[in-house]
């Protein structure tokens, strides 16, 4: 019965330290980006690609207070469009962001804008071209009667 008692105390004792030791079992942090769809409170939905499905699928990621971000200062700046990239551990079956990296979207498409070209009429663009000169007209020929006064 003394041998009994013994066996059973190591196996309660056994079962209780692997129950601690499973219990602080260190969480792996998983990576995915992608683009968000929507946000909403603390929730970000976020589409990206699944290559099991080959398809695009929409995945919603929680935040809380100790989500760190980048590109952006909190979640209220995430939106619709961002390319985004997130840490996250698996939690309870939901998947908590640690980090989320935002490009945002109109950052990343903005291109310069090009001067404005100015209006030009037609007639204006390109000059008319010039009509020769006349030619003087020949000076009219006297006769030297007229020229010299008469004498009488």
């Given at each position: 019965?003394?041998?009994?008692?013994?066996?059973?105390?190591?196996?309660?004792?056994?079962?209780?330290?692997?129950?601690?030791?499973?219990?602080?079992?260190?969480?792996?942090?998983?990576?995915?980006?992608?683009t968000?769809?929507?946000?909403?409170?603390?929730?970000i939905?976020?589409?990206e690609?699944?290559?099991?499905?080959?398809?695009?699928?929409?995945?919603?990621?929680?935040?809380?207070?100790?989500?760190?971000?980048?590109?952006?200062?909190?979640?209220?700046?995430?939106?619709?469009?961002?390319?985004?990239?997130?840490?996250?551990?698996?939690?309870?079956?939901?998947?908590?962001?640690t980090?989320?990296?935002?490009?945002?979207?109109?950052?990343?498409?903005?291109?310069?804008a090009?001067?404005?070209?100015?209006?030009?009429?037609?007639?204006?663009?390109?000059?008319?071209?010039?009509?020769?000169?006349?030619?003087?007209?020949?000076?009219?020929?006297?006769?030297?009667?007229?020229?010299?006064?008469?004498?009488?």
């Open positions: 019965m003394k041998k009994l008692s013994v066996i059973l105390a190591s196996f309660l004792f056994l079962t209780h330290i692997s129950g601690i030791a499973f219990a602080q079992e260190e969480v792996e942090t998983e990576y995915s980006y992608g968000v769809k929507s946000v909403s409170g603390a929730q939905i976020v589409s690609y699944d290559f099991e499905k080959d398809a695009d699928v929409d995945v919603t990621y929680t935040t809380d207070a100790s989500t760190q971000f980048e590109g952006v200062a909190a979640i209220g700046e995430v939106g619709t469009g961002d390319d985004i990239e997130i840490d996250y551990v698996v939690k309870g079956g939901n998947k908590n962001a980090l989320v990296s935002i490009e945002k979207a109109a950052a990343a498409e903005a291109v310069p090009a001067a404005p070209v100015p209006e030009v009429a037609p007639e204006a663009a390109v000059p008319a071209p010039e009509a020769p000169a006349a030619a003087p007209a020949p000076a009219a020929e006297t006769a030297p009667e007229a020229a010299k006064p008469a004498a009488q």
